[in-house]
């Protein structure tokens, strides 16, 4: 339903996962991180949010969001980059390093053990909205009126 | 004019001293941590982003404990906070088509594919203090109810469809950025949005209700209101393609206007737009009223002198940061002003004193 979902790559959809994963989560499935040398040190700044004039017109300005990103190498030359939601330094180190990580020989195993994990959590989370949101849902019924007998 | 004064140092300190005791109020009551107020005073907390124009909850939450509560003191230093900030990019433009909605309601259509979905609302509420929640925090776990995941079709959608509502030109030109550029007017279209979203609540509310009332009546049907999450994509270009970076939670409004037709437009619907950071439908409401009535020109309808369809006045009047700072300057040392309209003034009754002792 969200737009990770379709058409993306599957690089695409484990930095989605990564830059969603609330930080003191990501950092118990992950601890410990292994060696590596930083290409871009972690930097908070901001990104400017745009929508669209209706909903799907032309773009506008709506506010911006506050972002970290990070790049950095392993020492196997997997270089990582992380940008994640929020002001949180380790996360978007802890996220670079699990990018470039993914693009080696332990992606099956961190599939299994981090990404597999948090794509559960954030279905369980986005499904208990959805089903408190179709709670309410309503049906609406006019009343008969006199001039309509 | 403003002149610098010296001294009061030791004055000033202790004044800020004893705000900071204040704030804290009495000791023995149990101070207010961050996460209380990002999570049970969260649409305080979505305001500050929303009129802050930064998206960032524990943020503003600190923001609110800084100021005590007195919220456009903290969009103030929400403001303050982001222009400190490296700009890193811009996002696409975020799909409130895909929202996952929470809310989601129509005034105009009762059965609408997708449904009506109420959320955690205070419509239908009685407006009764609730003295429970003065006694223990204890609440029942909400409903649930199966859901569908799919995406909810937009309300105009359907209208569209039938060719009796406008349509809305569509494109990819980058919007001019009232935070990059000064604002200049007459503004298009895309800065009117981002300076009405970021706009005071109350100002912009005031400016919709006297449209209502009818000073530039526009005759507003809620079409579609919706709450809900939407993904910010956002390109890399040492990637060198869009990833997700993260999820906000946006109020978008579309309301539905009647509109006569012109030479060259049939008779269809007009259309007026509100999208605002966090659960903020007052604002989001207000913002599509108002934005519909900033149309006039545009749509070949009659200025009537009304507010709110005064580009200048109401774009220029609605930032309550520039307003607040204004508006609020005129309490600090006036000294040398005041002085020459001191002696201005006494020469001037002077002058009047010997005109009538030499009439008399």
Redesign the interface.
Known sequence: MTAQAPLQTPRQIWIGLLARAKPQRLAELFPDLPPHELLRAPEIGAVMVRGRIGGSGQPFNLGEMTVTRCALRLASGAVGHGHVQGRDKDHARRAAVLDALMQGDQADALRASVLEVLQAEETARRATRAAKAAATRVEFFTMVRGEDQ | MYVAVKGGERAIDNAHAWLAEERRGDPAVADLSLAQIREQLALAVNRV??EG????P??AALAIKQSRGDLIEAIFLIRAY?TT??????????????M????RISATF??LPG???????FDYTHRLLDFKLAADGEVLP??????D???VP?V?GFLNRDGLIEQ????????????REPMELPAD???R??AI??GDEGFILSMAYSTQRGYGRTHAFVGELRIGTV????D?P??G????????E?T?C?TVNQFKGSKTEPPQFT?G?G?V?GQTERKAIAMSLVDRSLRWAELGEDYTGAPAQDEEFVLMHADNVQATGFLEHIKLPHYVDFQSELELVRRLRAEVFAAQEAAE
């Open positions: 982003m929303a124009s930064l998206y960032d524990d943020l982001r900030l490296p700009r890193l990019g811009a996002s696409r433009p975020v799909e409130t088509a895909q996952a909605v929470i809310r009762k059965d449904g009506q979905v109420l959320g955690p609302t909400a409903a649930t109810a199966p859901a995941m799919a995406d937009h105009t809305q030109p569509t494109g990819n030109a980058v919007p001019p950025d009232l935070t279209r895309a800065l949005l981002q979203t970021r993904a910010v994509e956002m890399i040492e990637l393609f869009a990833v997700n970076i993260g999820e906000v946006l978008e579309e259309r737009y999208l950071f």
